[in-house]
């Protein structure tokens, strides 16, 4: 069964605080991604990279950076948290081309509280 | 740039009952348009996708969906509502050949 994996359910962290979110994926895909959900405004991309090494700006990258050293895990990465970056946070994953056989598969997110 | 715009944020209807989830598009070629489901506390799951080819798309769960080019249209629609559909329903299109772009996501609410 495929799997991507977030490594924490909830967090609760303390503002300016250095926050890492870690994913990894079993399927050997080419592509990740990191999301932010948030009420009424549904899933917008941070960050995806596409490689190893390898990372894009997504529409709402201030305040985040990403590391993908090895193509299975990828992290996000909040410098400073602060409390506007209280969300839900989803992982995923896809093959280098979506299409009609291939589809990106999602992580269960971890919810991520600031104070 | 790619979009797709989700009409109703919150959608209550009655166990047994037609299901219909609105979402437009916005796109300059064809698009590649997908439903995902996001049950309380998961992540997302794919629903069913259009790509090319029949315009009439069947899912899981008993889910389809239409691709409707001159309505700009891809709703997602089940005849009869279960208790189990209550979750969040998220419509997307691919962005280039890798990146999704969702909508704001509509609330199922079934009523018994």
């Known amino acids: 069964d495929v799997k991507v994996t977030q490594s924490s359910r909830y967090l609760v962290k303390r503002t300016g605080e250095k926050v890492f979110l870690e994913c990894v994926q079993d399927m050997d895909h080419e592509n990740m991604f990191w999301y932010r959900q948030d009420p009424g405004l549904g899933l917008r991309l941070i960050y995806f990279s596409y490689d190893v090494k390898m990372k894009e700006k997504g529409d709402i990258p201030e305040g985040y950076s990403v590391s993908r050293e090895k193509k299975e895990r990828f992290s996000l990465i909040l410098e400073s948290a602060s409390t506007n970056q209280t969300s839900m946070y989803l992982c995923?994953?896809?093959?280098?081309?979506?299409?009609?056989?291939?589809?990106?598969?999602f992580g269960q997110g971890t919810r991520l509280t600031v104070v | 740039a790619q979009s797709v715009t989700q009409l109703g944020s919150h959608v209550s209807v009655s166990e047994g009952a037609l299901v219909l989830l609105r979402c437009n598009y916005s796109?300059?070629?064809?698009?590649?348009l997908f439903w995902y489901v996001q049950y309380p506390n998961q992540g997302l799951q794919l629903l069913l996708k259009?790509?090319?080819?029949?315009?009439l798309v069947k899912g899981i769960n008993g889910f389809e969906a239409e691709f409707k080019k001159s309505e700009t249209s891809f709703h997602l629609t089940k005849p009869s509502a279960h208790m189990s559909d209550a979750a969040e329903y998220f419509c997307a299109i691919l962005q280039g050949a890798q990146k999704l772009v969702f909508g704001q996501g509509t609330r199922l609410t079934i009523n018994p």
């Open positions: 259009y790509t090319t080819g029949a315009t």
């Open positions: 995923a994953s896809s093959p280098s081309i979506l299409g009609a056989n291939t589809e990106a598969f």
């Open positions: 796109s300059s070629v064809p698009p590649y």
